[in-house]
């Protein structure tokens, strides 16, 4: 009996100090939700809330996705993100826009989206993003330029 009470005694005791440590280590404030016993989280948005094309994705393209055009657009679908339209583009855009999707492509991540868009484009591509508006866009490198 008296190594029952002991325990209960030492689990009291043990709790209170996990009580006391938790309220002066970890000062809870309006920005810290407790949702369980031990568990505190800050109430933030996370890195992929911020950053909408930085979060990390897998991507599986379907049958139907069959120009990298496609397939940037499919990937961009629940970013909040969109193709900018093609008068405000790169008039090169229509070089990139109907090229076959790669076999290769078909299968993307876990990747940041920022980097998928970019492989789907390529190496002659750079990505271009306007977080105004939340627009995409692609421009040719340099050294892709017409005429080298």
């Not at 810290?32 to 568990?39: F, G, K, N, Q, S």
Request: charged content about 20%; aromatic content about 6%.
């Amino acid at each position: 009996m008296s190594l029952i009470l002991s325990l209960s005694r030492s689990r009291t005791v043990l709790t209170g100090l996990g009580a006391m440590l938790l309220l002066q280590c970890g000062h809870l404030s309006a920005q810290t939700l407790v949702v369980d016993r031990y568990t505190v989280l800050a109430a933030t948005p996370t890195a992929a809330q911020q950053d909408l094309l930085g979060g990390i994705d897998r991507i599986m393209f379907p049958v139907d996705v069959v120009t990298v055009g496609d397939a940037l657009a499919t990937a961009l679908y629940s970013s909040g993100y969109r193709l900018a339209a093609t008068e405000e583009a790169d008039a090169s855009r229509d070089i990139l826009m109907p090229l076959p999707l790669p076999d290769a492509h078909r299968r993307l991540g876990p990747m940041p989206l920022r980097l998928a868009l970019q492989t789907l484009a390529g190496p002659a591509w750079r990505l271009l993003e306007d977080p105004v508006y939340r627009l995409v866009a692609f421009e040719r490198c340099p050294n892709f330029a017409e005429g080298r």
